[in-house]
């Protein structure tokens, strides 16, 4: 089974480090393709670079699509593009804050949400109310760290972290906590064992989810809300994207 | 005040009519301009179309931005863009989905939205609940005729039109109606005295609460949630797109 | 346009403030009536005061409809007698919580409020409720100083407001402060500067709000919520506010 | 035990028919006092009304308390001036509809109210909001008859009633039926027989929940929301209402 | 009128404790019968000692139905088994959660929880949620100390618990307090008076609410949620609870 | 991996039908092992017999903990017993509505459940609620037919059930059509070809959850609401499911 992560930004390193944490999860049937668009903006912080990264990102998913990919995962925190991804294809489409939120409603009836930028707070929180889960979520926090930060071993960035798990993990008890952010992935076994609850990483519930889905010959619903494009002309520079043919990818 | 009225769409017609509609309800100091991006689809119809109406949105936006525009009103009922729109400015930006809503919270109780197509009911739906108005919404009728027709004066359009009205104003007795799609704006005065009660069109409102908000001062809080895009290189296609110097618009 | 601003206090000064923030900011074209009813209470704080304002409110509303006022904004955060009001006049009638409400939902995602007597707190977020914002308000803070002494440049209570003002951005992160209480309103402009985020003041947004659906000829709907009351006997002091003749005002 | 039934209309005869009906289930020891003020519309149907029959319903409700009432029930299905009502007293006050809810509640996990005039729809679903059981409620259903046409023999009031019911039960699937208004009270038994539910009537509830308040020594709380009203002067006919002395009836 | 008050736990000396709270709030014709099951749990503490209390407390609502018992009452704050003793009996039957949240939402419009254990939290959060309350509750406190604590007069945990309440007073500003835990009913009068509002118990108020409905000759509904169990063949040491003949006890 | 799929019913027939359908779809790493208690109920239909499914469904939860399992199922569409199974074990626990709900979230935005008893009806909505999909359910179709005809070729019952998803997919327009019950699971691949759009059925979908879980080695978290439950003891026929030692299974 072929899944496709896109990384919607255009920094290739990061996608190299999706794409192995995502390998490391997978099971041995499973190729983990991972991509980044060409157009965009490096890494996505708000609903700026957000609008900026999906035509991107929807390209990606059509050549994954036409490739033979039968699944699709949204690496970004913020969930770009998922509607209209979901709308071009029959297969399952996940996004990382949605598999994470899954996940930590799997796992325990609570979570806090860390790490997240104070811009993407709001985006955050608009997530949890889209997928059900604001009853859940007890709060998101707004990290005063930035997110390239973590990879900085010399930044403060790891402490501060930590120091917002503590203080939410007291003030909420929450029954887990997600990384609201995907720069900060790979340290969720360490912090789990640190905290002694489940500290949940996107990226690789949804590898599981994708393939969960996929392996059941579950996709996309094309009923209602997701239904194919309509065939139509597009113009300027995305005069390719037009779906003229078929009205469905 | 001038106040710049963006259809996410290609088709310059359509600008026209929209553009009319706005200066025929505008104060006598308001300018409107109306434009539409060059790159994109013709038309908007469901996630996909909405992805890719974006960046040449936010390219207008920011053109307006520059040129003194003191107001920004998204002119279609699935507001695509409104949060990056609204990211980069400080001036009031309004979608005309927003705009009926409101409008229709505060003459009535309760609304019913004719005149959607069937992929974008959930859109609405999840409009109204980002709105608050989720208890307010009677439901959202998934149109049976296609938008085009309605300016086809043979098609049936206006006649299937008219049924919806009366059966969801039958059904669900909601205090007013929302007309769905920014292609039968015209008709809200008629059908307003027809079924006696407001129809309501969100492209005049939106003028309105735009002149309202830019008269007094009040724009785009730029605290939290729509705080200025960081700076950062962004690549390929929308290289140019990056905010590289401050930070702000 | 004759727009009829009804402060629903017998305080005459205050009905005078009120009328000149409303006059600064309305359009040319619109002629601003203020009135206050002579009977009820001095000043407004709590359900007790608001069921003796509601009476001579709505008796001011029906004098002003009967003499061409073409909109109504009731006075008083907590909006007394909106729905009565609304029940007999085909004109808008607004809240001065609901514009501010309305207001700070366009600017910005997420709003606190400050100001607010502690026994109108409860007040205030059902109207939060009523109006779709539960989930866009981040709290209703409860004053800790008078709303009288804010006119008493002696008093502490501007220094107050402004440390609840800093306490609620800090911990609550709203996207805008709205001034829960008519006697502030004057301060808007100022603390948006001093806080650098809009603070917002319902009586201004209430004309605007108000100018703007009367300039679409759209009104309160008569179709099922407000429908006009029923014609009926009154008795003892209310006889001559019984509606005997056509059941609409 | 003294417990004041205001009904808050000022038509007689219904008093004296809520006052049998409330005897009818009240524990021995409990005195029933059923009062109407003598201002104020002789039935309320909507918001008009309600704000016009609020001031003498609160006269009632003080003069009770000065009489050593230490119970208070509001005896109209819109539970107008509840309130206000709690916040001069410490004792409790019960409205019908909250009464019947709330029993609802506890027999079952889901109710529809039926015999509600069109015009107070909206405010039945508002109730239910209000209380917390927006969820529990499956509807209310609009009645096409009047409510003084329920006392009337030769009418087709109870016929539509009963259609109404059979209707709501078989399409919502409620566990019980609240009868939305005070007219139709007597009916509950033989319609709960009819249709093998409970079909509750909410005067005789507010008689049991306001005598065990009480019984047990609960009132109002006095701690926020119902703090008593502030002393200040009151102008005109309501001048004998401000509650200058200590603040608190 | 007989009650039957289940304590589902089978600590005997805790049944007597609750019979004597009950017998002392009832009205002179309730007989108030206190049962405890013999299988169990000794304390009821999270879910686990949930699942195993519920088939001993369905059992003891059985016999109780089979020898008169008018109404139920299940005396553990989790409210255990509520469903299923309700799909077996045409009278009432009433948790102490419940009753407590329904009193606390008729003498205020918000409350708090104190005294609950950490791992409970949860279990009442969703309770209030399930009854409609979650808008009511302002916070649910997870308690420092343990239940039993509560009984040892020398213990630190009257302390800890007055500790919270001021604490939940000041911060939440709650209209009522309720003591989340049957263990600390007998202390409801005495911190009502100390901190100077209604601080709820929920044993004495569910006797109240089943001597009403009761009395009204109200129980539960058999239409649709709670019709009674289907005859089906049951096996092992539950062979005797299979309700083999009518389908309802 | 061991998964253990409890069907908390005492039918071994049925058991053996679960374990098949849960088999086909595991990875071939997985060991699926199906158990049922040999005391409670045939079948669960109501509150009442899930509260005698529960002590055997606990106690094969137990045994398969301590034989080593490392994710568990249960298999009723009611999830009884979830949070108790949940609070004995650091495995993940999942129930197959909880798991059909997750899907339909991740594969559309709405979905509607078929196929359900009536008296279960509450159930259902109650568990969408609970899981936070309220707002994807549109609606729970009570099922005229009995789940052991679905079994019965000579029976109406499969006619039936697709008449029902006819006409819910007609009104509600949902994006996805859960099966209510596991009696018909193994329709869902047929359905969906029929209607065209996915038909989930629970019992798969839990599979590949779980596997997932416990492949990343995530489980129930312990730190508030699923916390060990404590040591104490238990009398009579439960007295052997008392976890005096640890307190954690």
């Known amino acids: 089974m072929k899944i496709l992560v896109v990384n919607p930004n255009t920094t290739r390193s990061m996608t190299g480090k999706i794409a192995a944490a995502a390998r490391a999860v997978a099971w041995p049937g499973t190729e983990i393709i991972a991509v980044n668009p060409d157009m965009g903006p490096v890494s996505i912080e708000g609903y700026y670079d957000e ?35 979901r709308s071009i294809t029959t297969a399952p489409v996940i996004g990382i804050a949605e598999a ?7 796992v325990g009836r609570s979570f806090s949400v860390v790490g997240t930028p104070a811009r993407a707070v709001a ?18 926090c707004a990290a005063e760290f930035s997110v390239l930060a973590l990879e900085d071993p010399k930044s403060d960035a790891i402490r501060l972290l930590k120091s917002d798990i503590r203080r939410v993990v007291s003030e909420g008890r929450p029954d887990s906590i997600i990384l609201g952010c995907a720069g900060i992935a790979g340290l969720s076994k360490a912090l789990s064992h640190e905290f002694d609850l489940p500290v949940i990483d996107g990226v690789i519930e949804a590898v599981k989810l994708t393939e969960s889905l996929a392996g059941l010959g ?13 065939p139509k002309p597009y113009t300027g520079i995305f005069a390719r994207h037009a779906l003229l043919g078929s009205g469905e990818a």
């Open 100 to 106: 994470a939120m899954h996940t930590a409603a799997l």
């Open 51 to 85: 609008a900026f990264c999906v035509p991107g990102l929807i390209e990606e998913v059509r050549k994954g699509a036409d490739g033979g990919a039968e699944g699709f995962i949204i690496a970004c925190f913020d969930d770009p593009g998922l509607d209209a991804a």
């Open 123 to 140: 985006t955050i929180e608009h997530l949890a109310l889209r997928y059900g889960f604001e009853r859940h979520c007890r709060g998101v």
């Open 218 to 230: 579950l996709g996309t619903s094309k009923a209602n809300s997701y239904a194919p494009p309509l």
